[in-house]
């Protein structure tokens, strides 16, 4: 089911005023919980967001590419859909951020170059441009000549190389700065807390701490007790630690963390690259994102290996060997930061977006590689979901419920 502009939606809400009296608990600040936080603070909702380390999980090591096509793979067509009508979304999305923070939405638009090292890998490139081209998806093949005439800093050797026009990239970091920003000036407050849903009488009615409220952790020395946030409607958007505080209430969220490794490098001369370079080196992926100050993020590894935060050796060589041999001029760079992150992974590859069985509460997670690009839709769709309105159109396949109870297993 399709909806109004969301944009109309709100000003609607707010000029109706039948949304000031929602109070919603958001437990988890990265990027899914600050937006959807966001967007309810202007549909009028009183908004309390719950995180002891806000934006610091997966939105902290994320590159920010909104690559819908250059993400698309075989049989996620459902995904491929949610993806391009969220990347869509964007430009509106960090125009609107940028209003309300006062602060500018760096939504660089120079597309992707899809690269191959060597003839193997070509073939990898020749399969991606043959799905987009069945999805009817503007894509280009280049000669290796011809790309480093768009690119002058890539490697004379490559094999080949796709256009994908129409993507973009954000830094997450930043977006989640004015977020919180935007949030904040339209009356959200923010707790420091550690919580998970508050159960009464088998209904949810806010968050309540997560951990015993005498601990240190929870209760800095001379403040007071932590208490429960009451609300109407809790979204709980606490990455890929959801699945836990899910299953507390007998519900099946499956989402497990999938780590992935990243570099960020600062050349010594400023513009190396323009556009968002992907690669296949060998057989290896690696991806290139440069950012408007000059840094080059450079990732990722995908790793299912649990909640493991540590960085590797091996990944980091292995990152900057592809990274190198793709720019070579990137060896003079200097590495300025190692980050491991853990994307909420589930087994669909489909984020889980809506009610979730127990009354007053709304799960938003379960993104996996593309929680910055489905922002805008997720955000849209919880709006929906809190206050009753019709879906936007294709986020109707993230519904919670179809993993079952936990009961089911
Ligand atoms: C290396 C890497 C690169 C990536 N690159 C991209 C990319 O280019 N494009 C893209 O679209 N996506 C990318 N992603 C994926 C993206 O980062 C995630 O999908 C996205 O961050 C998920 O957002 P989230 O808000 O659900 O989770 P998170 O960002 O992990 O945030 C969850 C928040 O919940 C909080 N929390 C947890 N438990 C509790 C609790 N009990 N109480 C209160 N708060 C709690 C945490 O402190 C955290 O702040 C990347 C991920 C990684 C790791």
């Not at 491929?80 to 923070?101: H, I, K």
């Not at 701490?209 to 958007?237: I, K, Q």
């Not at 100050?293 to 091996?314: F, L, R, W």
Request: proline residues 7%.
């Amino acid at each position: 089911m399709t909806t109004a502009a969301p944009q109309d939606r709100h000003s609607a809400l707010v000029e109706s005023g039948v949304s000031t009296r929602v109070r919603v608990a958001v437990i988890g600040g990265g990027i899914i919980g600050l937006a959807s936080a966001w967007q309810l603070a202007r549909a009028g909702c009183q908004v309390t967001v719950l995180d002891p380390g806000v934006a610091g999980g997966a939105t902290h090591a994320a590159a920010g590419m909104i690559t819908p096509s250059s993400e698309a793979t075989f049989g996620q067509e459902a995904l491929l859909a949610a993806s391009t009508a969220s990347a869509g979304r964007w430009p509106a999305f960090a125009a609107d951020l940028a209003a309300d923070s006062g602060l500018p939405i760096d939504l660089r638009r120079e597309g992707t170059l899809f690269v191959a090292a060597d003839h193997d890998d070509e073939q990898v490139l020749a399969r991606q441009a043959r799905l987009l081209e069945r999805y009817h998806r503007a894509v280009e093949r280049l000669p290796s000549r011809a790309a480093r005439r768009l690119e002058p800093a890539l490697s004379p050797r490559l094999a080949g190389c796709l256009v994908i026009e129409d993507e973009s990239a954000v830094d997450p970091r930043r977006v989640a700065h004015a977020l919180r920003i935007a949030i904040t000036s339209r009356g959200g407050e923010f707790r420091p807390l550690l919580a998970r849903p508050e159960l009464r009488d088998r209904r949810i009615v806010g968050a309540e701490p997560a951990v015993e409220p005498t601990r240190r952790s929870v209760e800095p020395v001379g403040h007071a007790r932590p208490h429960s946030s009451h609300a109407d409607v809790t979204v709980l958007a606490a990455g890929w630690a959801t699945s836990g505080l899910a299953a507390h209430l007998g519900l099946r969220v499956p989402i497990r963390p999938l780590k992935g490794q990243v570099l960020r490098l600062r050349p010594a001369a400023p513009d190396v690259l323009h556009r968002i370079v992907r690669a296949s080196v060998h057989g290896r992926f690696v991806y290139l994102v440069p950012r408007s100050d000059g840094e080059v993020v450079v990732g990722a590894t995908s790793e299912d290996v649990g909640a493991d935060p540590s960085v590797t050796a091996g990944a980091v060589h292995d990152l900057l060997h592809d990274a190198i041999e793709i720019v070579p001029e990137l060896s003079e760079a200097a590495l300025v930061e190692s980050t491991a992150g853990l994307r909420p992974a589930t087994p669909d590859n489909l984020p889980v977006v809506g009610p979730s069985g127990v009354d007053g509460l709304v799960v938003a997670a379960g993104h996996g590689r593309d929680g910055i690009l489905l922002a805008p839709l997720t955000a849209d769709a919880v709006v929906a979901h809190v206050l009753g309105l019709p879906q936007p159109e294709h986020a109707d396949h993230f519904d919670p419920r179809r993993f079952g109870t936990q009961e089911d297993e």
